[in-house]
């Protein structure tokens, strides 16, 4: 959506689409926005709730089944396994999504990692193209006044023209730019915390390749999965930039992340974004 300051200032409902990548802030500003009248839509929780909850779940399920006290537990229905999902805590969402390389490390194989990749892309898609609705709940059942999407951070891997529509349409896209800075504690970061990513099938097949014949690998199953993450990580980064930017540059607009570290309040976010259609006008 495109807006003139004064078109956005005069916006009674405002409704804010947040871009970037994960780790770059998007959450902490929902969050900090929650706290006065803004209704806070985080894609992943909604994925991990609506679209990906019987996954996961089966994928817990799975896991306990090799225990052999779980199992004849489970098997008679003596115990049942529910998710405990928060937009604050989604590490039932990265879990099943998983890492690719050796299973005795934890990973998966290369045909079961790409399907949860493409649930996970299609669960991403739905959940973008419920924001219409969330919009309305947010205002006719939850009384909010303003809506902010946090968006994943793979949005700009979805290559469905649809969801930007939608969110267009909808919403005005605010894409977080990292500083440089930024960009460097978000590489170190990934290095001391390794996190399942989602990567384009394209993309994966394209690293993964590369990846191996670095290494000397023949097999998936030879991968440490916690190196891979730490060798794509950089790659994905670099890669999703260009994507980020064009998507603002046709639907939104762009701020750093050493502007919007400043802003305290909601206040000083709305006149940070009046200041950002002013500049980009």
Not at 23 to 50: E, P, Q
Request: aromatic share 12%.
């Amino acid at each position: 959506m495109k807006l003139t300051a004064k078109e956005f200032k005069a916006w009674d409902n405002k409704s804010i689409t947040l871009l970037g990548m994960s780790g770059i802030g998007k959450t902490r500003l929902a969050n900090r926005l929650r706290r006065r009248n803004w209704f806070h839509y985080s894609g992943d929780y909604r994925i991990g709730t609506r679209y990906l909850d019987e996954p996961i779940l089966d994928n817990i399920k799975q896991q306990a089944m090799q225990i052999p006290f779980l199992r004849e537990l489970l098997r008679t229905d003596s115990i049942y396994v529910r998710n405990n999902i928060t937009v604050d805590n989604l590490k039932p969402v990265s879990s099943f999504l998983g890492k690719l390389g050796n299973p005795e490390q934890g990973g998966l194989g290369l045909k079961e990692f790409k399907r949860r990749q493409e649930l996970h892309r299609l669960a991403e898609i739905a959940a973008m193209k419920d924001v219409p609705e969330f919009i309305r709940k947010c205002h006719e059942i939850y009384g909010y006044r303003h809506f902010v999407n946090d968006a994943g951070g793979s949005l700009c891997e979805l290559d469905d023209p649809e969801v930007l529509r939608v969110l267009a349409e909808n919403t005005l896209v605010l894409y977080i730019k990292t500083s440089d800075k930024d960009e460097q504690e978000l590489i170190r970061r990934a290095e001391d915390d390794p996190k399942p990513l989602y990567y384009r099938e394209a993309f994966l097949d394209e690293q993964l390749a590369i990846y191996q014949r670095e290494r000397g690998f023949d097999y998936v199953a030879q991968i440490d999965p916690d190196d891979f993450v730490r060798w794509m990580f950089p790659r994905l980064f670099y890669s999703r930039l260009p994507r980020y930017q064009a998507i603002a540059d046709r639907y939104g607009y762009t701020v750093g992340t050493d502007e919007l570290a400043a802003v305290k309040d909601e206040a000083g976010f709305l006149r940070l974004v009046e200041k950002l259609l002013d500049r980009q006008a």
